[in-house]
């Protein structure tokens, strides 16, 4: 019928922790932070990291410099808004 419990006892706990699934400690943590860096990087102007559009705005300082360094501030193709010049 039953076995002694001092019998059974080791064969339940063995398959108890054969099919217990795990992912090491070190793992899901370097995979959850690899997640959160790469999240972080699809979104460099926010989130954890963030990194001001500095670049940017000395890009678009460096452009209408040199536009306007070889065309009169008349020559520009539309107005401050952006709109086209009607011809």
């Known amino acids: 019928m039953l ?8 064969r339940r ?12 400690g070190a793992i ?16 460099p102007f926010g989130g954890i990291i963030d990194v001001a559009p500095t670049a940017s705005d000395e890009v678009e300082r460096q452009v209408t410099r040199d536009f306007l360094a070889h ?7 539309c107005d401050a808004d952006g709109n086209r010049w009607n011809a």
């Open 3 to 10: 076995s002694p419990p001092t019998t059974s006892a080791p």
């Open 71 to 77: 065309h009169k501030a008349a020559d520009l193709p």
């Open 28 to 43: 899901f943590w370097f995979l959850l932070a690899t997640l959160v860096i790469i999240r972080d990087a699809d979104r």
């Open 13 to 24: 706990e063995e398959r108890l922790t054969q099919a217990t699934t795990s992912v090491p």
